[in-house]
């Protein structure tokens, strides 16, 4: 009974905690109140709600701008920003792979490196370590495929296909679009690769855990997480950074210990003597290189104002900083038997910090006296003086500018107004670093509006990929076949290997052989030549055939490019499209065979799946040649496709 | 932006059915006399090999005297000397002696118009593929956050204004990171792609093409106008030899293989006078932990591939020969010992493969003191006793005139080493 009532009173705290709790979540929204300040620049709310959806989407569907429209762009953008709408439909489909939910350390034991397994193999005895690379190719394939599956173990390139289809069904289907925008942008801005196998294995895990969760929070969260995971510790090496720990007493502070400590101080040392976490140390010494690009290009900016000693010394800091043993045959795994027989209280005692992957190795760690940017870092500041220089980065005003500026770049123009920047780095400052505050400045700000920013930022290769796809409100079933085409168009994706990341500016994205591509995807995708890219032209418009190629090309052109000019797109249009030849050469262009240039067009790349999909797409034509004599009908479909590539591929569906 | 603009003037724009398959407008400018004659003229070229995976410099180019490195190496040394079960070392000098798979090599050197760097690499000593091919890539061996490729600022450092948009072209299917930054580069993994395509309809594909033209012509963006007008006019360019028909000259046999393919597209490229001066290609596989074979096995394999696919380019480019370099590369060597597996593990200094009418050839060049365990690096490694740099800026600068260092390699103040003949 004394039980129940007891019970009772924590409901009834917890009920008041809760109440109370939601009042500040209330009030802090009423002070996030946002005004567009559209109407000002001139825009319609048409006009705004599609500018809105260009910037803050991976392109509008069909609908979206009434949709938008109706419920205030003003709430839209709130729900964006606060990005917990549901999301069964996607969900549904992740469902289906079974490596983008692992941890790190299942990562590890599934996905071993292709030179790991083949270690496995000759160590379990299933292969003799003669026949590594020798002639019978095929049974030394077999018995490895053999020995994978048994041990449960399977090829990287399957973790890392999931990982780019989960990306591209993410960016298509998700109702939480700037969320995955913000996501896709803090990747970038914290830049790791999957082309450094090093750390390749770490990077779904960094985008799941480490970035997705803080895209919209206080960037010093962001930098810390990011600091302490392994993806980013290999990447940037500093997991290897080591520095020479003076023992305390050495320092002379023996005298102000308590005889506690000192017994604390004479187990350290049997700890140190048994080689308690003496972490395997190939290449001992300080490695600059995170230190260096945590301040040019994480936080402070390349003239942020810090200096080679800057670096140095805070290369220091960040001594130790590693990642901790994971899997049984994955990064440090002789290391984790030990460290597990140390227990993790006596490591705790000795000053190290281990929190999920990472790992603070007090005995790497120099604990020296250090001074970053005239900060001094008093001596024995342990993993803390870490922590505390990355939180002095966060905070630090030009942090707020760099910052500031890279947003109002991926969201505004390639050159934003100085004003706009100023006024985003002073929220910035004034919000704790808030993400989601500089992001309200910036959208509350006339610049955002401005006509110099509308349509001016040039869409990545991904961005039009997914805007392509989503106007047609098409149907992935092989997400990997966009992802060939966006590598085509200049964006490996994941796989950009300088830490700067992509550059963010169309002149980057825009060049001769990237451009053509952009026309050649347009006419594929159109045309239903993507294989596994599928959508009903004629349902977009209720099934209502247009009465001809110009109508196809006004209907089908306003609902690609909701609210844009499109008068002259029209104009350079209508002659092809009236072209008395037309719908002969279209029929006659729609009863031709694949011609043989075509079959070697794609060698070279991603040979597999472009087999397959040139022959299904032969298969197709095959079909359509037994299954159509070239009437009225399937010229038109013909003909609406290659106006809807023409559309796509144009100039203003390169512009968001 | 200038430099796109030079050749939007050149080019003009030529009507698309006239134009396809027929002279490119500004070739007709350039031959009426209404465009500076000088900008046409046929440029030097540089063409760059990437051997990705380190290549084992000590079995490509090996000093056969050398009793340490017989005896670290006992599965995998290989002897000069005559007569043996397996094919024998070519003797270059009575040190180093030539893999035999890399006999197609052996007159170019005699003939002088060969060289080998012997112990180059990189004086960041990272064993990591990754950061050190990112290193020699960028140029700055120290600093990863260079934004740009060495091969770009060298373009960027040519000295004129860009008359093509093929003035860089890499035969792979993403931009390189020698080649990333802000001057014209392009990736192209097959000429023959390089076109408006629209599978089993041709029609559809020139109609479509048409529109295209007229679109990007019309649009108010300058950036997307000006790159329309390039594309379209590259398009022009290359058709006007049928890229598919390819016929090899001077009876030269390009391997099938990858480095094979790229070579002779940028043959092509060369022939068909595009205005392009630096090329870039790759060749794979290098990384050989287990079993790499001596005088047949996988390392013999790739070097025949190597020598092959230079030397039918080499052949191909006939009297083209004195406007091209070709300048192979690979991040690192791999340990003087063999490990457990037959194979070597990651190492630092390697050699590299110069070939041009006007390199300093028929020698070794570069520093290797006898391989004893205190003259190793780490007491394992070849050292790296010539700085890559230092002949990149070398070749850069003897054969594409680039002269300034400080852009080219910022970081580096050292000296060239000869590896050209002085101008």
């Not at chain 1, 006419?523 to 109508?551: C, D, K, W, Y």
């Not at chain 2, 430099?3 to 724009?13: D, N, V």
């Not at chain 2, 392009?276 to 596989?285: D, H, I, L, Q």
């Amino acid at each position: 009974m004394k039980k129940n009532i007891h019970n009772f009173y924590i409901c009834c705290i917890a009920f008041v905690c809760a109440l109370v709790l939601s009042s500040f979540v209330r009030t802090s929204q009423q002070k996030e109140q946002i005004f567009l300040p559209y109407k000002k620049a001139g825009l319609t709310e048409q006009q705004a709600a599609a500018h809105l959806l260009s910037r803050f989407t991976y392109g509008a569907k069909e609908g979206d701008i009434e949709l938008v429209t109706k419920m205030g762009l003003e709430k839209w953008l709130k729900q964006q920003l606060e990005g917990n709408l549901e999301d069964t439909a996607l969900n549904r489909m992740l469902d289906k792979f079974d490596a983008i939910n692992l941890t790190n350390t299942e990562v590890e034991n599934v996905f071993p490196r292709n030179a790991q397994v083949v270690r496995f193999a000759v160590r379990d005895g299933y292969i003799h370590k003669d026949s590594v690379n020798k002639a019978n190719g095929k049974e030394y394939r077999a018995t490895l495929a053999n020995y994978m599956k048994e041990k449960g173990i399977k090829p990287q390139q399957e973790l890392y296909r999931q990982f780019i289809n989960q990306k591209i069904l993410r960016a298509t289907y998700t109702n939480n679009q700037l969320k995955e925008l913000m996501t896709d942008f803090w990747f970038n801005h914290f830049n790791v690769a999957l082309s450094k196998n090093q750390c390749a294995s770490y990077i779904p895990a960094y985008e799941r855990d480490v970035i997705r969760p803080n895209v919209f929070g206080d960037f010093e969260n962001l930098l810390l997480s990011t600091a302490k995971s392994p993806a980013m510790l290999m990447y940037l090496d500093n997991f290897s950074s080591t520095g020479t720990n003076i023992p305390v007493n050495e320092y002379g502070e023996d005298m102000m210990m308590t005889g506690q400590q000192k017994r604390k101080g004479k187990f350290a040392a049997q700890v140190a003597k048994a080689k308690i976490p003496q972490i395997k140390n190939k290449k001992s010494g300080l490695n600059e290189n995170y230190a260096r690009e945590v301040m040019e290009l994480h936080t402070l900016g390349v003239d942020g104002g810090y200096t080679q000693s800057d670096v140095t010394q805070a290369a220091r800091i960040l001594t130790g900083w590693t990642i901790a043993p994971m899997g049984d045959n994955g990064y440090g795994a002789p290391m984790k038997k030990i460290m597990e027989s140390a227990g993790d209280d006596k490591l705790k005692k000795r000053g190290f910090v281990h929190d999920g992957d990472f790992l603070f190795v007090m005995n790497r760690h120099d604990n020296g006296e250090k001074t970053v940017l005239g900060q001094k870092f008093p001596a024995g500041g342990g993993y803390e003086e870490g922590v505390a220089l990355l939180e002095m980065l966060a905070h630090h005003t030009s942090t707020a500018k760099f910052i500031s500026k890279k947003i109002a770049t991926r969201f505004v123009s390639d050159n934003p107004p100085q004003s706009l920047i100023d006024k985003m780095a002073k929220t910035f400052l004034s919000s704790n670093g808030n993400i989601k505050s500089v992001l309200i400045t910036m959208v509350s700000a006339p610049e955002f509006w401005s006509p110099n920013a509308l349509r001016e930022k040039t869409k990545s290769p991904f961005e039009f990929a997914i805007s392509a796809v989503r106007s047609l409100d098409a149907k992935i079933t092989q997400p990997y076949q966009l992802y060939t085409w966006i590598n085509k168009m200049g964006q490996q994706m994941y796989y950009y290997q300088a830490p700067t990341g992509f550059p963010d500016r169309g002149q980057y994205w825009i060049n001769t052989g990237s451009l053509l591509n952009r026309m050649n995807f347009g006419l594929a995708l159109a045309s239903q030549r993507i294989p596994g890219v599928t959508f009903n032209l004629a349902a977009m418009n209720n099934n209502h055939e247009p009465e001809s190629a110009e109508a196809a090309l006004l209907i089908y052109s306003k609902k690609i490019m909701p609210e844009r000019k499109l008068d002259e797109t029209i104009a350079r249009l209508k002659p092809m499209l009236n072209d008395p030849n037309l719908e002969g050469n279209v029929a006659k262009a729609a009863s031709q065979t694949a011609p043989p240039q075509q079959q070697n067009t794609m060698a070279n790349e991603d040979a597999n799946i472009m087999e397959q999909s040139a022959d299904k797409a032969k298969l197709k034509g095959k079909k359509a040649l037994l299954n159509s004599t070239p009437n009225q009908k399937a010229g038109t479909n013909t003909m609406l496709a290659q106006v809807v590539g023409v559309i796509i591929g144009s100039p203003e569906f390169q512009r968001k | 932006m200038t430099s796109r603009r030079g050749f939007i003037k050149a080019g003009g724009l030529a009507l698309f059915g006239i134009s396809l398959g027929g002279i490119p407008g500004f070739l007709a400018d350039a031959v009426a006399g209404t465009v500076a004659p000088g900008l046409f003229k046929k440029k030097k070229i540089m063409v760059c090999i990437f051997q990705r995976g380190a290549m084992d410099g000590l079995m490509a180019v090996t000093p056969f005297t050398d009793q340490y490195l017989k005896a670290v190496r006992p599965n995998l040394f290989m002897s000069a000397a005559q007569g043996g079960k397996e094919k024998s070392l070519i003797d270059l000098d009575g040190r180093f002696g030539l893999h035999p798979s890399m006999s197609a090599f052996e007159p170019m050197f005699r003939e002088k118009r060969m060289a080998i760097v012997h112990g180059i690499g990189s004086p960041n000593n990272t064993r990591s593929h990754f950061d050190a091919q990112d290193f020699m890539e960028s140029g700055t061996p120290f600093n990863k956050g260079t934004a740009s490729g060495w091969l770009n600022r060298a373009v960027g450092l040519l000295g004129h204004e860009a008359a093509t948009p093929l003035q860089a072209v890499s035969l792979t299917s993403s931009l390189p990171r020698s080649f990333y930054g802000d001057n014209p580069a392009v990736a192209i993994s097959n000429l023959a792609d390089f076109n408006i395509q629209l599978r089993g309809n041709q029609a559809g594909a020139n109609m479509a093409s048409k529109s295209f033209e007229d679109l990007y012509d019309q649009t108010s963006s300058s950036l997307l106008k000006n790159t329309g007008k390039e594309s379209f006019d590259a398009i022009k360019l290359l058709q006007k030899t049928n890229v598919k028909d390819y016929k090899p000259e001077y009876n030269a046999v390009y391997p099938t293989s990858a480095l094979g393919n790229s070579l002779k597209q940028i043959a092509q490229l060369i022939k068909m006078d595009v205005g392009m001066e630096v090329a870039f290609a790759e060749s794979g596989g290098w990384d050989t932990h287990f079993n790499q074979g001596t005088d047949t096995g996988i390392f013999a394999r790739n070097v025949n591939d190597l020598s092959n696919s230079i030397m039918a380019f080499w052949t191909d480019m006939g009297k083209y020969q004195d406007e091209v370099t070709v300048m192979t590369m690979t991040e690192f060597g791999r340990t003087v010992a063999q490990n457990g597996t037959g194979g070597t593990d990651h190492g630092r200094g390697s050699c590299n493969f110069i070939l041009g009418n006007s390199v300093n050839g028929g020698m070794v060049h570069g520093l290797m003191n006898p391989l004893a365990k205190e003259n190793l690096e780490d007491g394992r490694d070849l050292a790296v006793t010539t700085d890559f740099r230092a002949v990149f800026s070398e070749v850069a600068d003897k054969h594409l005139g680039i002269h300034n260092d400080k852009v080219l390699f910022p970081d580096w103040s050292g000296k060239q080493i000869g590896v050209m003949k002085g101008v």
